[in-house]
């Protein structure tokens, strides 16, 4: 079974990533059009919904390329993306007008180790069993 690796590697990556969203997205629609909760995210949901998914399927495909020449764990691997993702979502929801609440500043300290903790145990444990049931772990 190693006929398309590349092509697994990405699907195994972009699963947990894209079901999160689903719920995020139904809980986001609930809130919005039966609560009315007014929060304007139509303007950056775009880039959740698009490039984070892709962007851990590559990120796995990245892993699955480099593990014979670098020996990093898999945790640490997808801990390691929030690193790329965070600045990303600042410039689009900045270019995009989006008003970042003031909260987010003084939350920062302590969200940034606890997003790198959920990405390296989404990694550890759920993309690393998603590459050993497709195979390429």
Same mark, same amino acid.
């Given at each position: 079974?190693?006929?398309?690796? !590349?092509?697994?590697? @990405?699907? /195994? *990556?972009?699963?947990?990533?894209?079901?999160?969203?689903?719920?995020?997205?139904? %809980?986001?629609?609930? /809130?919005? @059009?039966? !609560?009315?909760?007014?929060?304007?995210?139509?303007?950056?949901?775009?880039?959740?919904?698009?490039?984070?998914?892709? $962007?851990? *399927? =590559?990120?796995?495909? #990245?892993?699955?390329?480099?593990?014979?020449?670098?020996?990093?764990?898999? *945790? =640490?691997? *997808?801990?390691?993306?929030?690193?790329?993702? $965070?600045?990303?979502?600042?410039?689009?929801?900045? #270019? #995009?007008?989006?008003?970042?609440?003031?909260?987010? $500043?003084?939350?920062?300290? +302590?969200? /940034?180790?606890? /997003? #790198?903790? %959920?990405? !390296?145990?989404?990694?550890? @444990?759920?993309?690393?069993?998603?590459?050993?049931?497709?195979? +390429? $772990?």
């Amino acid at each position: 079974m190693n006929q398309h690796i !590349y092509l697994r590697a @990405y699907m /195994a *990556g972009i699963v947990v990533p894209t079901i999160f969203l689903l719920v995020v997205a139904t %809980v986001f629609t609930i /809130a919005r @059009y039966i !609560y009315n909760v007014p929060v304007p995210v139509e303007r950056v949901i775009v880039f959740p919904m698009a490039v984070v998914p892709n $962007a851990w *399927g =590559l990120w796995n495909v #990245l892993f699955v390329a480099l593990r014979s020449r670098l020996q990093l764990s898999i *945790g =640490l691997h *997808g801990a390691l993306l929030p690193i790329l993702l $965070a600045p990303l979502g600042i410039v689009v929801a900045s #270019l #995009l007008n989006f008003p970042i609440p003031n909260f987010a $500043a003084h939350a920062f300290p +302590i969200a /940034a180790p606890v /997003a #790198l903790l %959920v990405y !390296y145990f989404a990694w550890k @444990y759920l993309v690393g069993f998603l590459n050993r049931v497709q195979e +390429i $772990a």
